[in-house]
């Protein structure tokens, strides 16, 4: 029964207010590049949170796709020049 209070407990202490959770897509919302030009007027939960999803598919694409460039340009150049070792300070 004890460990039942203090999981009760701790469960209570770790619950997000739904104060905290408006904040914090407000400041999701902030972040999106679609809200930075538009007009600041609410926006529900849900849309932020779709997106937010959608924003990140985008960068996961242009993350794959610049990394097939590069590996595209590092086949194609040759490893010891000037543009290969530009390329390799980049990365580090």
Same mark, same amino acid.
Request: hydrophobic share 35%; glycine share 2%.
């Given at each position: ?6 999981r009760s407990r701790q469960s209570v ?5 739904? $104060?905290q959770i408006n904040e914090l897509i407000?400041?999701? #919302?902030?972040?999106?590049? $679609? ?5 600041? +007027? @609410?926006?529900? !939960?849900?849309?932020?949170?779709? $997106?937010?999803?959608? #924003?990140?598919?985008?960068?996961? @694409?242009?993350?794959? =796709?610049?990394? $097939? ?5 590092? =086949?194609?150049? +040759?490893?010891?020049? !000037? ?10």
């Open positions: 029964m004890s460990s039942r209070r203090s202490s770790t619950r997000i207010t739904d $104060e407000s400041k999701l #919302h902030a972040v999106l590049p $679609e809200a930075r030009g538009g007009d600041n +007027d @609410r926006v529900s !939960a849900a849309k932020v949170l779709q $997106e937010t999803c959608s #924003h990140i598919r985008r960068l996961h @694409r242009e993350v794959d =796709d610049l990394s $097939e460039r590069l590996s595209e340009l590092l =086949d194609s150049a +040759d490893l010891n020049s !000037a543009q290969a070792a530009f390329i390799r300070s980049l990365l580090m």
